[in-house]
């Protein structure tokens, strides 16, 4: 089992930026499957970006070219930058992790959350 707690979050003009950070409270995070996840008012999650045990990292289409998701083991800290914000990427953040090897793209497969953090671009 691993806390996860997400921070970063705000209020941002269109355009503008943001970097997520979620940090981890296991010392050996990096065995973890890791990914960021959203949910806005009234919509389902959605991934955001997941990253495996084999250093492959996967971007929902709508943030290709404008997120980037990395990790820093040995703070235990995942981060998301995100660029080129729009309306539509207002939600609410999580990131997840799941004990690997195997690792997934979807949500229900992770069983350890964050509280979350409101992005919220205007």
């Known amino acids: 089992h691993v806390q996860l707690v997400e921070s970063g979050g705000g209020e941002v003009q269109a355009g503008g930026s943001l970097l997520l950070s979620c940090q981890g409270s296991?010392?050996?995070?990096?065995?973890?499957?890791m990914g960021w996840f959203r949910q806005a008012p009234g919509k389902e999650r959605e991934r955001v970006a997941t990253f495996r045990t084999d250093g492959v990292t996967r971007y929902d289409d709508s943030v290709k070219g404008r997120f980037t998701a990395s990790k820093d083991s040995a703070k235990k800290t995942l981060y998301l930058q995100m660029n080129t914000l729009k309306p539509e990427d207002t939600a609410m953040y999580y990131c997840a992790a799941e004990e690997g090897p195997i690792c997934s793209d979807y949500d229900w497969d992770y069983g350890n959350w964050g509280q979350g953090t409101q992005v919220t671009v205007s």
């Open positions: 296991d010392y050996t995070i990096r065995s973890y499957c």
